[in-house]
């Protein structure tokens, strides 16, 4: 933690429950972080995105906007 602290980054995690001394979080950002680690569990559902079939840039990101607007309608 000090060490994240120390380069510059800004830890989320929260401290355990049953912790003596607990420090400070963030809980917004938390959540936020929790959203983007579901989205790439989500997208590692798709095996093309996983293993990136696609050689070029623009047809892997061109399917990885498709996925992404697909999982948008499926939360909706």
Known sequence: RQL???LGFVPVVPPKSNRVD???YDKE???RRNE???L????????R???RFEKLDVM???FLSFVLVVDGLRMC
């Open 4 to 6: 994240a602290l120390g």
């Open 60 to 62: 892997f990101l061109g």
């Open 40 to 47: 790439f569990r989500r997208l590692k559902g798709y095996r």
């Open 49 to 51: 995105i996983f293993t």
């Open 36 to 38: 983007v680690e579901r």
């Open 22 to 24: 607990p420090w400070e």
């Open 29 to 31: 950002m938390y959540k």
